[in-house]
């Protein structure tokens, strides 16, 4: 042991008789499990000759680095999970945020309430046979979709073997359409004396539609049922957690997207308003709502002695636009975290991520733009993923992200191409200033399901964007404390780490690990050309990957040697990237050679490729190493 050192630091002494002693300040399951994953990447890269003498690792910037993965849209069993965790060690992650329900399905086994899977794991076209009707291209089959109580302790006991906490989250109000559609299957199949675990007001006939489409989506505050529902959820969970030898610490509730009018016409809401004397506008009504909701939620934890977590919006006082008053509506004694991922910033709500920590609330960053897993690395219509937030997420842009000065990354342009500054948008908005610095937490990598049909997608959509994410959660860079687009230092930096994650990472991936992660379609130049001919010079993301072309009409594919091909004009061919053993390939960029042109330079893809870049100061010496 060793005092002098910080929270999940640790020192490493090797020794010329090819010894090693690891000490730290404290012998915790996760500061044993940094210093190991630290030590395995050193002896990939040294093998036994790891440099003699006394290294002494870095103190992480942030106690939360996470990666959440959407279980309720398509399904991923255990072993794939667990794979993840194996990933998330090696790049020291140490929360696992599990997504296990939504409006698509609900992927958690609660043994005291069988039919949420029974019914709610399962979409068909017979509402009184499952949860919902059939999603996002989701296969319909009778096998299991969802975790069971034996599989989700197995995961949490892998997950604290590698000092790995994992954190269920239940989404409510919002997002519950398998959940509400299957406690009315089981309350008309109840018997008298049953528990009562309706989610709806069956009285309420509003038409209603969520932002994802969903009619009649939302649970509804108003019903007792609702929070014997949700204690019950959370005692099982806890229940679980206890039996993994990890107990539960946080549970995340979501909050979000509620619609507007959800409980507008339910008389259990009406009697409840009435209560608080409340006269005003619908918007006011549910607001006030979910305020009362939430303060129920928060005297369950305290008892339950749990920490809650929310999406920002379901922290907002919508009358207000600020966040609720934490101490007003939380016990004193209930930690609460709100996830903030807004960074559209032309749609307002960019002061939420500082007016919480402000305010009382522990921040992690999940934000849209830069850290959604599930939008696309290209902006190409081949690419996987939704573009909501932004067109594309770039392994630089997931990089350059500045937790620590929020405004700066505000884009020079908005999501349909109009230019912003930073003085545009913090003039009518003022920008709050962070006053509680000790507030931000730490941050996120979400992965939403739509459109994560497989394991091989989560590959393609995560990797190796996710190793930016962990390299931003250790180390505060210089330039990070800049402002504009592009501060001094930042390409600087984002070379060494495109220079180290191609070194090292992308074999470990491929060879060590067997991640099909994200193939970038090549770039190209003219380097010559005459009337008749051009020779292409390519461009890939990563050292040792290739170029394969093939010509029109023909299926027969050409290495480009050199990253080099000459053409002759007037003819189309197609490029794609090919990875470094040949095994795989990215989708094809066309090209038409033109017949006259005398252009000096193109993209044939009007593709602008990170070409041979990457290494990440978490995954050298330096990232753990003084």
Excluded at 100 to 107: F, I
Excluded at 188 to 195: A, C, I, K, M
Excluded at 235 to 241: F, G, I, R
Excluded at 452 to 461: F, P, V
Aim: net charge negative; charged share 20%; glycine share 6%.
């Amino acid at each position: 042991m060793d005092p002098s050192l910080g929270t999940d630091q640790f020192k490493m002494q090797v020794s010329a008789d090819g010894s090693i002693v690891i000490s730290s300040s404290t012998n915790t399951s996760s500061v044993r499990n940094i210093a190991l994953s630290a030590l395995t990447q050193l002896l990939e890269r040294f093998g036994d000759t790891l440099p003699v003498g006394t290294h002494v690792g870095k103190t992480p910037r942030y106690q939360y680095r996470g990666f959440m993965l959407d279980l309720a849209r398509h399904f991923h069993d255990k072993e794939v999970i667990k794979r993840q965790l194996e990933l998330m060690w090696r790049y020291r992650l140490n929360s696992l945020h599990l997504h296990l329900t939504d409006d698509e399905s609900w992927a958690i086994e609660i043994e005291d309430i069988p039919e949420l899977t029974m019914y709610g794991s399962r979409q068909c076209f017979n509402l009184s046979e499952c949860g919902n009707y059939p999603q996002l291209g989701r296969e319909l089959t009778n096998s299991k979709q969802y975790l069971s109580k034996s599989e989700y302790i197995e995961i949490v006991q892998f997950a604290e073997s590698l000092g790995i906490t994992v954190i269920p989250e239940v989404e409510l109000p919002g997002h519950a359409t398998a959940a509400i559609q299957a406690m009315k299957i089981r309350h008309q199949n109840s018997s008298p004396g049953d528990v009562d675990y309706r989610l709806h007001d069956p009285l309420n006939d509003a038409d209603y539609l969520s932002v994802q489409y969903f009619t009649q989506g939302a649970m509804n505050p108003c019903v007792d049922s609702m929070y014997t529902f949700v204690q019950t959820v959370v005692e099982n969970l806890q229940a679980y957690h206890e039996e993994a030898g990890q107990p539960l610490n946080i549970i995340h509730l979501a909050g979000d997207e509620v619609p507007e009018n959800a409980w507008t016409n339910s008389p259990a809401c009406e009697k409840i308003i009435s209560t608080l004397g409340v006269d005003a506008t619908n918007q006011d009504k549910v607001n006030t709502i979910r305020i009362e909701m939430t303060k129920k939620l928060g005297i369950m934890a305290g008892e339950l002695n749990v920490s809650l977590a929310f999406w920002e919006d379901g922290l907002i006082n919508k009358t207000s636009t600020l966040p609720m008053d934490r101490d007003l509506v939380f016990p004193a004694n209930v930690t609460v975290y709100s996830w903030i991922w807004q960074t559209v910033w032309e749609w307002w709500g960019g002061d939420r991520a500082f007016n919480m920590a402000n305010s009382g609330y522990k921040v992690v960053m999940a934000p849209a733009t830069r850290y959604y897993m599930d939008h696309p690395h290209e902006p190409h219509p081949r690419e996987r993923g939704y573009y909501w937030a932004v067109r594309s997420t770039s392994l630089r842009r997931t990089f350059s992200f500045r937790p620590g000065n929020y405004y700066a990354n505000i884009d020079g342009v908005t999501l349909y191409g109009n230019p912003v500054t930073q003085k545009q948008w913090c003039t009518p908005w003022k920008c709050p200033e962070l006053v509680n610095k000790e507030n931000i937490v730490g941050v996120e990598a979400p992965l939403f399901g739509e459109t994560i049909q497989t394991a091989d997608n989560i590959d393609n959509n995560v990797y190796p964007r996710l190793l930016a994410v962990a390299e931003r959660s250790w180390s505060e860079a210089s330039w990070e404390k800049l402002g504009g687009e592009n501060p001094p230092g930042l390409q600087e930096d984002f070379d060494l780490f495109r220079q180290s994650v191609e070194m090292f990472e992308v074999p470990a991936l491929e060879k060590i690990h067997s991640v099909k992660y994200h193939l970038s379609p090549p770039g190209a130049s003219v380097i010559e050309e005459d009337e008749s001919m051009q020779m292409l010079q390519f461009s890939v993301e990563f050292k040792g990957q290739g170029v394969l072309v093939r010509k029109e009409g023909s299926d027969q594919l050409t290495d480009a040697t050199d990253l080099t091909l000459e053409y002759t004009k007037g003819t189309q061919v197609f490029f794609r990237t090919r990875n470094n053993d040949a095994s795989r390939h990215s989708y094809e960029i066309p090209y038409y050679v033109p017949g006259k042109s005398k252009s000096k330079t193109t993209n044939p893809a009007n593709h602008a490729t990170n070409s041979g870049v990457a290494l990440a100061l978490v995954f050298l010496p330096t990232f753990y190493m003084m």
